[in-house]
Nanobody, 111 residues
Framework: QVQVVESGGGLAQPGGSLRLSCVAS????????VGWHRQAPGKQREWVAQ???????NYADSVKGRFTISRDNDKQTVYLQMDSLKPEDTAVYYC?????WGQGTQVTVSS
């Protein structure tokens, strides 16, 4: 059974930074693509970024140049470094590994 656990959310000021972590267990992590999605209050869930098993990275236009996704296969962890945060980045952020979703971590950007 695949388990996915996110952490690292919290409160940040506009222009600030946060780093989210996603730890997966119960799967051959290094061979899996991993994605981040987010859902803001009253809005549909949207895709944010993905890193493939080979390390290819893709980003939504809304976060390109501000967010960086990376992975450490030894730790079975994917990171989402979020810089230059904006209030519109406020959302619950979810990690997805092989169609398995974590419980989400809240990110709030506010002064």
């Amino acid at each position: 059974q695949v388990q996915v656990v996110e952490s690292g959310g919290g409160l940040a000021q506009p222009g600030g930074s946060l780093r989210l972590s996603c730890v997966a267990s119960g799967t051959a992590f290094s061979s899996k693509n991993v994605g981040w999605h987010r859902q803001a209050p009253g809005k549909q869930r949207e895709w944010v970024a993905q890193i493939t098993s080979g390390g290819i990275k893709n980003y939504a236009d809304s976060v390109k140049g501000r967010f960086t996704i990376s992975r450490d296969n030894d730790k079975q962890t994917v990171y989402l470094q979020m810089d230059s945060l904006k209030p519109e980045d406020t959302a619950v952020y979810y990690c997805v590994v092989v169609s398995n979703w974590g419980q989400g971590t809240q990110v709030t950007v506010s002064s």
